[in-house]
């Protein structure tokens, strides 16, 4: 099998007329194969071998998509992205899924992993040029770290990650640090009033600094929609970030602009003057304050920290009680 994503990079390094092209390709292949966990498995697979299909950007024709996958090998494919997955998740990796199984299929044609769970283990490294360094010395692979990337944005870009979540019945602080990650990762593009939907002109997904924030809130996985549930962020401003707990999914605040705590010291935002989310490090000076979001559940340590912060009963009210008490009993 050809390397995949080599192919969709350098696709996308053309003009503008071709990346719509392939982007709406991509996407069409994927709402004609949508329900399976190990997509994007599937949708490289069929356009390796059925190419990328000359379509208008002014509409999708779902009719020039794979109706001969050989259905053998796409039930093999899907096992396999099945095996990758199961091992993510045993580790807690399950953010990483699409990334471990789009370098398998790509580059892995012709080699047999017997043990998934070493395979699964190089991408707890946060760095990604790592990862390739050390997949490509132990399993000797020529894996070009910014093609493959490139690729990668792009692939993601046209999806909500499905492995994004570890708790689809709440809106909770460590999924929220994880659609902010995503949103990063992705590439999400700026746009006022978007909340990380696809923007039909642009051919990419958007958001804004609160539209970050609302996005995750209104995002149904099982639907795969964005509901209109949450059109006001609500939050409360806590403590200076010297009492902030190292919780990712914690809100932070400069006055003007919210970011989200990614964790590892990072914080991910939208910046209207950049045109794209940003990353930051917390204590880069951007920062003032952190914050809760009132739709979003917290752990305990949260809650603690907040209740640190409040003020308790001081020993001066403890002496104005003791000493009229003290005068009580003197004038019994």
Same mark, same amino acid.
């Given at each position: 099998?050809?390397?995949?994503?080599?192919?969709?990079?350098?696709?996308?390094?053309?003009?503008?007329?071709?990346?719509? #092209?392939?982007?709406?390709?991509?996407?069409?292949?994927?709402?004609?194969? &949508?329900?399976?966990?190990? &997509?994007?498995?599937?949708?490289?697979? =069929?356009?390796? #071998?059925?190419?990328?299909? %000359?379509?208008?950007?002014?509409?999708?024709?779902?009719?020039?998509?794979?109706?001969?996958?050989?259905? %053998? #090998?796409?039930?093999?494919?899907?096992?396999?992205?099945?095996?990758?997955?199961?091992?993510?998740?045993?580790?807690?990796?399950?953010?990483?899924? *699409?990334?471990?199984?789009? *370098?398998?299929l790509s580059f892995f044609e012709d080699k047999e992993i017997s043990d998934f769970s070493q395979y699964a283990g190089f991408f707890s490294c946060p760095d990604d040029r790592t990862v390739i360094d050390s997949l490509n010395?132990?399993?000797?692979?020529?894996?070009?770290?910014?093609?493959?990337?490139? $690729?990668?944005?792009?692939?993601?870009?046209?999806?909500?990650?499905?492995?994004?979540?570890?708790?689809?019945?709440?809106?909770?602080?460590?999924?929220?640090?994880?659609?902010?990650?995503?949103?990063?990762?992705?590439?999400?593009?700026?746009?006022?009033?978007?909340?990380? %939907?696809?923007?039909? +002109? &642009?051919?990419?997904?958007?958001?804004?600094?609160?539209?970050?924030?609302?996005?995750?809130?209104?995002?149904?996985?099982?639907? #795969?929609?964005? $509901?209109?549930?949450?059109?006001?962020?609500?939050?409360? +401003?806590? !403590?200076?970030?010297?009492?902030?707990?190292?919780?990712?999914? *914690? !809100?932070?605040?400069?006055?003007?602009?919210?970011?989200?705590?990614?964790?590892?010291? %990072?914080?991910?935002?939208?910046?209207? =003057?950049?045109?794209?989310?940003?990353?930051?490090?917390?204590?880069? !000076?951007?920062?003032? $304050?952190?914050?809760?979001?009132?739709?979003?559940?917290?752990?305990?340590?949260?809650?603690?920290?907040?209740?640190?912060?409040?003020?308790e009963e001081s020993e001066e009210n403890e002496e104005i009680y003791d000493n009229e008490s003290e005068e009580l009993a003197n004038e019994n």
């Amino acid at each position: 099998m050809k390397a995949v994503l080599i192919k969709l990079a350098l696709c996308l390094l053309g003009d503008e007329k071709t990346r719509k #092209k392939l982007l709406i390709a991509v996407l069409s292949v994927i709402v004609g194969l &949508l329900g399976m966990m190990c &997509l994007p498995f599937i949708v490289l697979h =069929s356009m390796n #071998k059925i190419g990328v299909p %000359e379509i208008s950007t002014s509409a999708v024709d779902q009719t020039q998509f794979p109706t001969n996958i050989d259905t %053998e #090998k796409t039930a093999e494919l899907e096992v396999t992205g099945q095996t990758i997955a199961n091992a993510m998740s045993v580790i807690g990796l399950q953010e990483q899924t *699409i990334k471990a199984q789009l *370098i398998y299929l790509s580059f892995f044609e012709d080699k047999e992993i017997s043990d998934f769970s070493q395979y699964a283990g190089f991408f707890s490294c946060p760095d990604d040029r790592t990862v390739i360094d050390s997949l490509n010395q132990t399993y000797n692979l020529n894996i070009c770290y910014e093609d493959f990337m490139r $690729s990668y944005t792009m692939v993601m870009n046209a999806i909500i990650n499905p492995y994004l979540f570890t708790n689809t019945t709440t809106k909770n602080a460590s999924d929220l640090a994880a659609w902010a990650r995503n949103a990063y990762v992705s590439g999400w593009g700026f746009a006022s009033g978007a909340r990380g %939907e696809m923007d039909s +002109e &642009l051919r990419y997904r958007c958001a804004d600094n609160v539209g970050l924030l609302l996005g995750y809130l209104n995002y149904h996985l099982d639907e #795969k929609l964005f $509901s209109n549930d949450y059109d006001t962020l609500f939050y409360t +401003e806590q !403590g200076t970030l010297d009492t902030m707990p190292d919780v990712a999914g *914690i !809100g932070v605040f400069n006055g003007e602009e919210f970011g989200v705590y990614a964790g590892n010291g %990072e914080v991910i935002f939208y910046s209207e =003057s950049v045109g794209h989310t940003e990353k930051t490090i917390l204590t880069c !000076g951007i920062w003032t $304050s952190w914050c809760t979001f009132d739709a979003v559940e917290y752990p305990q340590e949260v809650w603690d920290a907040i209740q640190a912060l409040q003020p308790e009963e001081s020993e001066e009210n403890e002496e104005i009680y003791d000493n009229e008490s003290e005068e009580l009993a003197n004038e019994n």
